[in-house]
């Protein structure tokens, strides 16, 4: 049984707000920089529907951002040996961290 993924977003608003943050975290030396990858995918992932299903997103900024902050800290110190665990956090922060609202039978 194949079921479809339906993306809701608009380019617009993810533009404008993605380019805000782009200078935010240029101004904050980079320190607005996990939010801003925090926002992008909450986002996308808030705008996906399985079957006329939403997905929800329930994490929390400030649980991912003292980890990632942390994290990012630690690929600096290491040159770069951390980075991949840090994005291999990330996608599982995010990934375990989805339900479906279920509106529509199957």
């Known amino acids: 049984m194949r079921r479809s993924i339906v993306f809701t977003g608009r380019f617009g608003d993810y533009f ?37 299903n939403k997905i929800l997103f329930t994490g929390t900024f400030g649980e991912y951002f003292i980890m990632s902050l942390g994290l990012l800290l630690l690929s600096i110190i290491t040159c770069g040996i951390a980075f991949p665990y840090w994005m291999y956090w990330s996608f599982e922060y995010f990934f375990s961290r989805m339900e479906i609202e279920e509106l529509n039978s199957y």
Not at 35 to 41: F, G, L, N, Q, R
Not at 47 to 52: Q, S
């Open 16 to 52: 404008i707000k993605s380019l805000g943050l782009l200078l935010l975290s240029i101004i904050t030396f980079g320190l607005a920089t996990p939010y801003w990858m925090y926002w992008s995918t909450e986002y996308f992932f808030n705008n996906l529907e399985l079957n006329g």
